[in-house]
């Protein structure tokens, strides 16, 4: 099980791009990357997830550079709300079974006005 | 229900006393995943159903914990003679699984079971 390593927090201005680095030297050949975000008092919600290369949905961009031993998380003009906690997982989506999702304890990040 | 479900949201217990945790997942979704989270803490990883089995119980901290899920559905985790370590939110999640297609298994959370043992 590939192990993560992120920092422990991150604090970042209105407006301003926020990068988050996860690493995961020990990532499998059939291991995904997928970010959680969590609100207190929520629970963890799926932000984005990819294999290789560069991943952009709505919300973020996810970098993976070609030996896929860390990965980037990145915010665009990060609001107030996105002040929360973000964990990186490694794991083979297909294989769930064997797979303990380990989160970790994640970055905390906080938004200054 | 749309979410997955949990309850009770609050428990405040004796410590020795049993408690059972509810959780109720997706329709339809196959995995299940019990995590505790204690404050400030990340996620400790509990036990995974897949259906009704468990392939992996090892997460459970003591004997006293004890989880089972029946109908392929609702699971419940119970907590025998809780100890005031036990306090903490309990988090349940449940995901599609593996469908052999273009699946991210994303998990789907509750909002929590929040334990406070006295």
């Known amino acids: 099980l590939a192990k993560t390593t992120q920092p422990i927090s991150m604090d970042s201005y209105e407006g301003q791009e926020v990068n988050i680095t996860c690493s995961h030297n020990?990532?499998?050949?059939?291991?995904?990357i997928t970010w959680y975000q969590q609100f207190p008092s929520q629970g963890p919600r799926f932000i984005i997830q990819?294999?290789?290369t560069k991943v952009t949905n709505e919300v973020a961009s996810l970098f993976i550079p070609a030996d896929r031993k860390s990965s980037t998380l990145s915010l665009p003009r990060v609001s107030l709300s996105d002040t929360a906690v973000y964990y990186c997982?490694?794991?083979?989506?297909?294989?769930?079974?064997?797979?303990?999702?380990?989160f970790g304890t994640g970055t905390r990040l906080t938004i200054i006005p | 229900g749309a979410g997955v479900s949990q309850s009770p949201s609050n428990k405040v217990t004796e410590k020795g006393k049993d408690v059972e945790l509810r959780c109720d997942p997706i329709s339809g979704h196959t995995a299940l995943y019990w995590y505790r989270q204690s404050l400030g803490q990340g996620l400790e990883f509990l036990i995974y159903?897949?259906?009704?089995?468990?392939?992996?119980k090892s997460g459970l901290p003591s004997d006293r914990f004890s989880a089972e899920r029946t109908g392929g559905s609702v699971s419940t985790l119970t907590i025998q003679r809780t100890q005031q370590e036990d306090s903490a939110v309990y988090l349940c999640?449940?995901?599609?699984?593996?469908?052999?297609?273009?699946?991210?298994?994303?998990?789907?959370f509750g909002e929590g079971s929040r334990l406070t043992v006295l």
């Open positions: 990819g294999y290789k």
């Open positions: 159903f897949q259906g009704n089995s468990a392939p992996d």
């Open positions: 997982l490694v794991g083979d989506i297909g294989n769930f079974g064997n797979e303990k999702l380990t």
């Open positions: 999640a449940s995901s599609l699984g593996w469908t052999g297609g273009i699946n991210t298994g994303e998990l789907f």
């Open positions: 020990n990532i499998a050949t059939n291991d995904y």
